[in-house]
């Protein structure tokens, strides 16, 4: 996965974040469907760019981006902020 295959993947999952409010602001979909996948979304998000950040650091220290994997989603959602 490039460094475009992953902002491509936040660029849809950011639409799809937009659309869900949409309907929901228009009554299309329960606000607990909603949360849930609200919820999906954001962690698929952290996850995403946890990812970029990791292929980053390493182009950074010399490394192969391409070996920068995706962690966990306990491990993206423990970071301390």
Not at 22 to 49: F, M
Not at 58 to 66: H, L, N, V
Request: with cysteine; proline share 2%; glycine share 4%.
């Amino acid at each position: 996965m490039t460094e475009q295959d992953v902002l491509a993947r936040i660029k849809q999952l950011v639409d799809a974040e937009h659309e869900l409010r949409a309907k929901a602001a228009a009554h299309e979909v329960d606000p607990v469907s909603e949360r849930k996948q609200l919820a999906e979304l954001e962690v698929l998000l952290d996850q995403c760019w946890d990812l970029l950040r990791h292929r980053r650091a390493r182009i950074d220290a010399g490394a192969s981006p391409d070996e920068a994997q995706v962690n966990t989603v306990g491990q993206v959602e423990g970071y301390l902020q």
